[in-house]
């Protein structure tokens, strides 16, 4: 895998953030991209009703912060386009041996999301015939689970709230030690 030296070490920073601890290099044949320390990532960003299918991390978890970083800095500094952000991320992870089917579903995935970002969305409409062809495809896979996943998310969401009402989640307290 064309990523140095290999391996991701990070910390978490809260329930859904964590940061890097060393610099992620990914070094391809034509570009290299450096993910620096402390940069912070959910790891694959999956709407809940899917983590079924696709969970928040894999093998596609490095291509996935190289991804997070180029959609926001990458972007921002003019390195990349959302497009080719997109088209990288698709790339990384047949790199890192994701299987066709699930790449391609996690590219269109991220290609809906450029769409709903509108610093993203500058060149959807060039990608929208393929991203809406596999969305078509793959409906049938995806809704009739996801259909039956959303009202017992709903319903778990709800029993959660009830019962924290009578029971609070107690917070860590957490005592900093001098080393010695």
């Known amino acids: 895998m064309p990523f140095l030296p290999g391996s991701l070490t990070v910390r978490r920073v809260d329930a859904d953030r964590w940061a890097l601890v060393d610099a992620l290099v ?6 290299r991209f450096v993910v620096p320390a402390g ?3 959910d790891f694959a ?6 983590t079924w299918l696709v969970p928040r991390f894999g093998a596609y978890t490095l291509a996935a912060i190289l991804h997070d970083w180029l959609c926001t800095e990458g972007i921002t500094s ?3 386009t959302s497009r080719d ?12 041996g994701v299987p066709v089917l699930r790449r391609w579903l996690m590219w269109t995935g991220v290609r809906w999301g450029a769409l709903a970002d509108p610093a993203r969305r500058p ?5 929208a015939p393929g991203v809406l062809a596999i969305s078509l495809l793959a409906a049938p896979l995806v809704l009739p689970p996801a259909v039956l ?6 319903v778990f969401a709800v029993a959660e709230r009830l019962v924290g009402l009578v029971a609070p989640a107690r917070q860590e307290l957490v005592i900093p030690v001098r080393g010695v």
Do not use: C, H, K, N
């Open 149 to 154: 996943i959303v009202p017992g998310l709903l």
């Open 78 to 80: 003019g390195v990349v």
């Open 26 to 31: 990914y070094q391809g044949r034509r570009d």
């Open 123 to 127: 060149g959807w409409l060039v990608s």
């Open 39 to 41: 940069f912070r990532t």
């Open 85 to 96: 952000a997109d088209g990288i991320f698709r790339r990384v992870m047949r790199e890192a």
């Open 45 to 50: 960003t999956v709407p809940r009703p899917v």
